[in-house]
């Protein structure tokens, strides 16, 4: 499957006044996170979603368990692989780290959804692409 690791510095307006990062910005790294593997598999999501007649790849589940405190000035490293994909849907698990503490994992159930044929349509998912699920899964399209 296919695996992508970035990093970010945690931002002051990331952080309560202590300096500890607050936690709803873990599924906001989480997200850099899964777009930034996907433009590594030539996918980047302002071409893709278009491409493909997509609206996105909303999260239909997700959570996160937290190890360790992430503070302001730290340089996270999150590493994102694919843990599976499915007709309509695929999983991305990351982990956090500050060297070599761990400090959270998480993941996130995304679904392929459908561009509505009249606005204000109801959403619904489609078949991921034979060439995307390829890519997904660590081949070449």
Known sequence: MATHTVEIQVR?????????????????????ACAALFESLGLPWPVM????????????????SFASPVRYGDVLTIRSA????????????HTISVGERLC???FEVRAWVARPATPGARLSAKPIPD????KLKGGSA
């Open 12 to 32: 002051w307006s990331e952080s309560d006044p202590a300096g500890i990062a607050f936690y709803p910005r873990f599924f906001e790294w989480y997200d850099i």
């Open 49 to 64: 979603f278009p491409q493909y007649e997509i609206v996105g790849v909303p999260i239909v589940e997700s959570g996160s």
């Open 82 to 93: 694919v843990a599976w994909v499915k007709g309509t849907t695929f999983r991305m698990e």
């Open 104 to 106: 959270a994992t998480g």
């Open 131 to 134: 060439e995307v699920v390829r």
